[in-house]
């Protein structure tokens, strides 16, 4: 990228003033688009006052739990928030283990989709109250903040189609968790609600600019607002979720998750990432950037192993 800032700028300074604005706006279109397509890349950093290894330290002194990952054959993963007797409650050390995990799920080359479930038929009550407590510094919460709306948008933007199975309740940060999730399956009985307004707050994890995006900001305001339970049905009136499964069952419902997934992830791995890249490329960058990110991504695909397969195959559209 330096290499390029430096060949742009001897350019620019033989440039008009309209050829050089065009040629600044391509250049920064060109490495959004590319910045964009790295694994890994965060929305805070030091320059935003973003003390990663300090928060770190402290998340690291309220344990329990844990955030267990299965990679099946398929190119399937489920990702359990394991912690049944605080309702699946991240604490401190469930926080740096999501962070793990979604760093290995970006390097998982086989990879396609991704169910997100809570252990013992429960998904999230959101934060561990006593790290809460432990850290109501504003510095301390801003860190947080930070440290999970970085992990919740790396974990967005995987190249797998995610899906977030609620079973019984989503509450406060794991409400916000759901929106993280390209979809999200409710079983009968279950709720998501956003509680943030009775502890004081709003969400921190980015759960309201996702749950904009997701059913729009009127409906989103009476959500919050009213800190209003969302069943399965008014979930999939609101288009936060797709469908109510048909069991409640812990075990058979995981299965039907995996059923419906199944059906987007019929192809080799490589073209299903390419997909959720484009599609993220579509709703996170402007026009311009995100149809250079689409190039570059088409880029990779075309006479690959897929595409010459099918060509061989003279495939049709159906």
């Given amino acids: 990228t330096l290499c390029c800032l430096c060949w742009s700028c001897n350019l620019l300074q033989g440039a008009g003033p309209e050829m050089a604005v065009s040629l600044w706006k391509s250049l920064l279109q060109t490495t959004k688009s590319r910045l964009f397509l790295q694994r890994g890349v965060s929305l805070y950093n030091g320059a935003h006052g973003f003390e990663e290894e300090e928060i770190k330290e402290k998340l ?26 605080l309702m699946n409650a991240f604490t401190g050390t469930m926080m740096l283990e999501l962070q793990e995990r979604v760093t290995e799920l970006e390097n998982w080359k086989d990879g396609k989709g991704l169910i997100i479930h809570g252990a013992e038929n429960t998904f999230c009550s959101g934060s561990d109250l006593n790290a809460v407590r432990a850290m109501s510094s504003p510095q301390d919460g801003m860190n947080m903040c930070m440290f999970m709306q970085n992990t919740l948008t790396r974990l967005k933007r995987l190249p797998l189609i995610s899906v977030a199975l609620v079973q019984g309740k989503a509450l406060g940060g794991g409400a916000e968790f759901t929106t993280a999730c390209d979809f999200r399956l ?10 943030h307004k009775q502890m004081g707050l709003v969400p921190g994890w980015g759960g309201a600019a996702r749950l904009v995006q997701i059913v729009g900001s ?12 969302v069943d399965p049905e008014r979930a999939v009136h609101l288009g936060l979720a797709e469908e109510t499964l048909p069991s409640s069952d812990e075990t058979r419902s995981l299965e039907e998750a995996q059923a419906w997934l199944n059906q987007y992830t019929k192809a080799p791995a490589e073209v299903i990432q390419a997909v959720k890249k484009v599609v993220t490329a579509g709703r996170e960058l402007q026009l311009e950037a995100a149809l250079q990110a689409e190039k ?19 495939t049709k559209h159906k």
């Avoid at 409710?186 to 509680?195: A, D, H, K, L």
């Avoid at 009127?218 to 339970?229: E, V």
């Fill in 186 to 195: 409710m079983t009968p009985g279950s709720e998501i609600r956003f509680v």
């Fill in 218 to 229: 009127g409906a989103a305001l009476k959500l919050l607002s009213g800190a209003l339970k």
């Fill in 296 to 314: 570059d991504i088409f880029g990779t695909v075309w006479g690959g192993p897929a595409n010459l397969q099918a060509l061989a195959q003279s």
């Fill in 60 to 85: 690291q002194q309220f344990g329990g739990g844990s955030i267990n990952l299965s990679k099946e054959d398929n190119g399937i993963g489920v990702l359990t928030l394991n912690n049944p007797k």
